[in-house]
T-cell receptor, first 115, second 114 residues
Framework: ETGVTQSPTHLIKTRGQQVTLRCSSQ?????VSWYQQALGQGPQFIFQ???????GRGNFPPRFSGLQFPNYSSELNVNALELDDSALYLC??????????????FGPGTRLTVT | GQQLNQSPQSMFIQEGEDVSMNCTSSSIFNTWLWYKQEPGEGPVLLIALYKAGELTSNGRLTAQFGITRKDSFLNISASIPSDVGIYFCAGSNAGGTSYGKLTFGQGTILTVHP
């Protein structure tokens, strides 16, 4: 069974730039959620994708957007980067099958630094 | 954003000791999960709880879903050095038309001295 993978591992961007982060879900999983984890904090929910559509969103501005592809992989796009966007971005996958759908499995994350 | 309250914030223990940590919320959840995160990695799911009052074990780990549905507890017995990491609780109200947003605590940092 292949776990959740994310790319790139690390990224350095300048304020105002745009960034795209990528995630491949665990085999057999069709739902992808994205989280932002600031240093010393717990992850904060950004949004979830199911059947290639946004299926819920946390308290993040519209410059955070995403996509899900037919193979269930996903992208997180952030426009007009701000210094406060510096964080670990985590992708988690899950299924839509009963109780197992409540369990989210995380990738290793992408460390984004905005200068 | 909303976060759950975890305590203690950090623990320094000797190898072999038992560990207890808890998580409380002002609102109810229908699912509680416990994760462990090590440096440079994503959170790893340890235990999932689905029913109020439920007690579930995974090796040396035991977790309970509080009967009020507003809290959960994690115990680690006979700690070993590889238990070192940050432990997060997470609550979810997924189901029906709700999506599976996880709300996380701020974490408990566990240090185990050999």
């Amino acid at each position: 069974e292949t776990g959740v993978t994310q790319s790139p591992t690390h990224l350095i961007k300048t304020r105002g730039q745009q960034v795209t982060l990528r995630c491949s879900s665990q085999s057999g999983h069709n739902t992808v959620s994205w989280y932002q984890q600031a240093l010393g904090q717990g992850p904060q929910f950004i949004f979830q994708y199911y059947r290639e559509e946004e299926n819920g969103r946390g308290n993040f501005p519209p410059r955070f957007s995403g996509l899900q592809f037919p193979n269930y992989s996903s992208e997180l796009n952030v426009n007009a980067l701000e210094l406060d966007d510096s964080a670990l971005y985590l992708c988690a996958s899950s299924t839509d099958l009963g109780l197992a759908g409540y369990e989210q499995y995380f990738g290793p994350g992408t460390r984004l630094t905005v200068t | 954003g909303q976060q759950l309250n975890q305590s203690p914030q950090s623990m320094f223990i000797q190898e072999g000791e038992d560990v207890s940590m808890n998580c409380t919320s002002s609102s109810i959840f229908n699912t509680w999960l416990w994760y462990k995160q090590e440096p440079g990695e994503g959170p790893v799911l340890l235990i999932a709880l689905y029913k109020a009052g439920e007690l579930t074990s995974n090796g040396r780990l035991t977790a309970q879903f509080g009967i009020t549905r507003k809290d959960s507890f994690l115990n680690i017995s006979a700690s070993i050095p590889s238990d070192v990491g940050i432990y997060f609780c997470a609550g979810s109200n997924a189901g029906g038309t709700s999506y599976g947003k996880l709300t996380f605590g701020q974490g408990t940092i566990l240090t185990v001295h050999p």
